[in-house]
């Protein structure tokens, strides 16, 4: 007898979608058929929805321990498993200390495993302080090295120049670990930065012409290059720009092992909206012109893109008031809207396949970190996913947001598609508007 079937729901997978049950047993996907007939201890009905494989969503900050007044793992995994999330990244800041050893892995990883409401991996850092530290980081499971090529706003987290980056790249290759780096030019953002706040130029609109699409340009040049000599594979965070990604495509078609990440606020928003979202809709990289935006949208519809995560940065509310835009702390809240975002914007209204939209939430980050059995609806693979109606629309209101501080540029923002139930591993984590522990939460590492 089966654990649980889930019956006559449009299973989102890499072939196409149709309709089919799905059993469980042991928490992975025993069968997927047109119709299981054997006895189940559980049955659950699908029928209208579709189901996809969990997000997995490599680019968050969770902030904990040392920070999680600003957000905490138990609130962001909330949040996240109400967007239809099982597997999320914590990036090694904004923790404090940031995880920079093995020490401060071990410690993060006990937060995780007593707060953390779906599965997690940790991503150590890269900063010229901790060169040595990185192969202790990858014997405990690190996902992956995570460096700033510019200023990443703690002081904790120094930005790494051209020599450290090239050392880190090198040790990461020997260890088999994938590089990640916020690509913008810190000498072109610091310096531009300088002369605009001289000139008492402060306003978003001055923030944005601080950070140009040229600065993005730049720093993902050098990183390619880096990462061709060193033959360290390469992972691009959160492009903002079409023609940043057209850039890093040209390389990989050489030869250059890189993937490419964008965010859902660089597909829903362009920085004309910052004069009435405000500090709420600051980033770094910040959002971009329309003509941008749309590059963007041609290459994620082009297939160019390989993932898109949230890189949810949330903060205080106070954190985010003042005249001074350049001094407000920079970071948007989405962790919990990814799909509903790419649902919206990308299947409803530019016929954006929903395999693709699983490719990229999902199959493309697994693939790409090396984790084994997630990712896809495969027989086998952990019964990790998300039961959508795609034909419900809602208006995001601040009372549904999980988070600790229920801020986001998505309040107000009226979606296609809502995410009903998600399962980890064939438990129930959000279900009929409620969160809950499935009890064996996991650290993922690569394999």
Request: with cysteine; charged share 25%.
């Amino acid at each position: 007898m089966l654990e649980l079937v889930i019956r006559g729901g449009a299973v989102v997978r890499p072939e196409g979608v149709s309709k089919a049950d799905i059993g469980v047993e042991g928490g992975r996907i025993a069968r997927i058929a047109p119709e299981i007939s054997e006895p189940a201890e559980a049955e659950i009905s699908a029928d209208g929805l579709h189901i996809f494989p969990g997000h997995i969503d490599v680019h968050v900050h969770f902030n904990e321990p040392g920070n999680a007044l600003w957000e905490g793992i138990e609130t962001g995994s909330s949040a996240f498993a109400a967007g239809g999330g099982t597997l999320f990244f914590d990036m090694p800041l904004n923790s404090v200390p940031c995880t920079l050893d093995g020490a401060e892995f071990d410690r993060k990883l006990a937060a995780m495993r007593a707060l953390s409401h779906t599965d997690f991996a940790l991503w150590g850092g890269l900063t010229p302080a901790n060169l040595d530290r990185l192969p202790e980081l990858a014997e405990r499971g690190a996902i992956g090295i995570k460096a700033f090529m510019s200023n990443s706003g703690m002081k904790e987290f120094l930005h790494a120049d051209d020599g450290t980056l090239y050392d880190g790249m090198k040790t990461a290759a020997a260890l088999g670990r994938v590089v990640a780096v916020h690509a913008e030019s810190d000498a072109l953002t610091a310096y531009l930065s300088s002369q605009l706040r001289g000139a008492n130029r402060t306003t978003w609109r001055d923030y944005v012409e601080s950070r140009p699409v040229f600065a993005e340009l730049e720093a993902i040049s050098r990183a390619l290059i880096l990462a061709e000599e060193t033959g360290c594979k390469l992972h691009i965070v959160h492009i903002s720009s079409g023609r940043g990604v057209v850039l890093a495509a040209e390389a990989r078609a050489r030869g250059v092992d890189v993937t490419l990440e964008t965010c859902p606020h660089y597909l829903a928003f362009t920085a004309e909206d910052l004069a009435h979202l405000g500090a709420v809709g600051k980033c770094a990289p910040p959002l971009r012109g329309e003509a941008e935006a749309d590059l963007l949208w041609d290459e994620v519809l082009a297939g160019t893109l390989d993932i898109i995560a949230s890189d949810h940065s949330p903060c205080p509310p106070e954190m985010k008031l003042g005249a001074d835009f350049f001094g407000l702390w920079g970071g948007i809240s989405g962790v919990q809207s990814s799909l509903n975002v790419l649902l919206t914007e990308g299947w409803h209204r530019r016929s954006l396949p929903l395999e693709r939209i699983a490719s990229m939430l999902s199959d493309g980050p697994a693939r790409r970190f090396g984790v084994e059995g997630k990712g896809r609806l495969e027989v086998g693979f952990d019964a990790d996913l998300a039961l959508v109606d795609l034909h419900e629309t809602f208006t995001l209101e601040r009372s549904h947001l999980l988070y600790r501080h229920r801020q986001s540029p998505y309040i107000g923002h009226t979606f296609k598609g809502a995410v009903k139930q998600t399962f980890q591993r064939g438990r129930p984590i959000w279900s009929e508007g409620k969160v809950s522990r499935p009890g064996d939460v996991r650290l993922v590492s690569p394999t």
